[in-house]
């Protein structure tokens, strides 16, 4: 049995952007409230058009990313009475020990996956979660797809994929 969860530290910066884009938007809001206001002085469609352009694509935005945020917020790995889960809360994947094909420790490299999160890797086109760089496990199934998932003892998780 193997059991790893955690909040990966990218999570907290998608918690910043969303805190920005909200706080961005208090003004633009304000400032479409105060031109429309009837009392004052009237603005253009152009203007009003603008505005509504500008806080229906920052929401959009904000929106996404929340959803981003909280799709990846946790990072698991699950290895216990033959079925293996790893991935994040709403993106994850789900096998059992006998449709794997090999299991090895290798490396998660920048130069593959170009970032962290859920990636496919450039050159090898394998299906990463990729947390952090450095020692990870490779999972290779028998349909074909190959895994490479960030662990924090590589060993010991194959260790208990194997057994």
Same mark, same amino acid.
């Given at each position: 049995m193997y059991r790893e969860r955690y909040t990966p530290w990218f999570t907290w910066l998608l918690v910043f952007v969303v805190l920005g884009a909200v706080v961005g938007m208090v003004p633009m809001i304000s400032g479409f409230l105060t031109a429309t206001n009837h009392a004052a002085a009237d603005i253009s469609g152009d203007e009003r058009a603008g505005y509504i352009i500008g806080i229906s694509v920052t929401g959009f935005v904000t929106v996404f990313v929340g959803f981003l945020t909280v799709a990846f917020s946790r990072y698991f790995i699950e290895v216990d009475r033959?079925?293996?889960?790893?991935?994040?809360?709403?993106?994850?994947?789900?096998?059992?020990?006998?449709?794997?094909?090999?299991?090895?420790?290798?490396e998660a490299k920048f130069r593959e996956f170009l970032g962290m999160g859920w990636r496919i890797g450039i050159?090898?086109?394998?299906?990463?979660?990729?947390?952090?760089? %450095? #020692?990870?496990?490779? *999972?290779?199934? +028998?349909? %074909? #797809?190959?895994?490479? *998932?960030?662990? +924090?003892?590589?060993?010991?998780?194959?260790?208990?994929i194997e057994s």
């Open positions: 033959g079925t293996i889960r790893f991935g994040y809360l709403w993106w994850n994947v789900s096998t059992t020990v006998e449709q794997v094909e090999s299991v090895e420790v290798d050159t090898t086109k394998r299906i990463g979660y990729v947390v952090s760089f %450095g #020692k990870a496990v490779e *999972i290779k199934i +028998r349909n %074909g #797809k190959t895994y490479l *998932i960030s662990c +924090r003892d590589p060993e010991a998780c194959v260790k208990a």
